[in-house]
């Protein structure tokens, strides 16, 4: 069964605690993205990676930290320096091969602070 | 700096009514735009994709329009259905391969 997978789905967050956020994709893809998403908005990049142990801050990095050490695996680590962290985590793949900018999302996971 | 813009940002409508949702973004340079849905606390489908070089694409009740150089796309929902509630995203591809989302149209389609 193809896709993509996050977990947990919902994660509640102390002040001070850095995070871990799992994204893990069985669909080959070489690229993978996380965004976050607020209320009433759009999605906002955080991180992506083309290629194994290579990745690239988006718009909205400060605060975040991720690592690509397995083609299958992105994980989010949300430190205690994200100010406000409290959102709607995605993650989502797209094949070097397809059409551009065409990406599949897991299902997200929900980050709450305390 | 590309901006996409979706309005309105909720609509509410009588099941059976076809209805058009609107997705304006500030530069013309794109790759391809995308219209998703996402259900409450679910991830994003994928509904279509236009390349710039096409003006619309179907699937089923849905159909994507894009004219690039009014910076404009529609997507048009012909008899809605209750099960159509949900929020509706439109992205642009940037020539990077970036996408750039707008803030979203939260339909309703009443019984």
């Known amino acids: 069964d193809g896709g993509i997978t996050q977990s947990p789905k919902y994660l509640f967050r102390k002040e001070g605690q850095n995070v871990t956020l799992s994204c893990e994709q069985n669909?080959?893809?070489?690229?993978m993205y996380w965004y976050r998403q607020d209320p009433g908005q759009g999605l906002r990049l955080i991180y992506y990676s083309q290629i194994v142990n290579d990745f690239q801050k988006g718009d909205i990095a400060e605060g975040y930290s991720v690592s690509r050490e397995k083609k299958e695996s992105f994980p989010l680590t949300v430190t205690s320096a994200q100010k406000n962290p409290t959102a709607f985590y995605l993650c989502?793949?797209?094949?070097?091969?397809?059409?551009?900018?065409?990406?599949?999302f897991g299902p997200g996971t929900r980050l709450t602070v305390l | 700096k590309q901006e996409v813009t979706q309005i309105p940002a909720a609509l509410s409508v009588p099941e059976g009514e076809n209805l058009v949702l609107n997705c304006s973004f500030t530069?013309?340079?794109?790759?391809?735009l995308q219209w998703f849905r996402q259900d409450p606390g679910k991830g994003l489908t994928s509904l279509l994709l236009i390349q710039s070089s096409q003006r619309e694409q179907t699937s089923g009740r849905l159909n994507a329009s894009l004219d690039k150089s009014s910076g404009r796309s529609t997507l048009y929902i012909a008899a809605s259905q209750p099960g159509d509630s949900a929020t509706y995203l439109c992205a642009v591809t940037s020539n990077t391969g970036k996408l750039i989302f707008g803030q979203g149209t939260t339909l309703q389609v009443k019984p």
């Open positions: 669909l080959n893809h070489d690229a």
């Open positions: 989502a793949s797209s094949p070097s091969e397809g059409r551009m900018g065409e990406q599949f």
């Open positions: 530069d013309s340079a794109i790759y391809n």
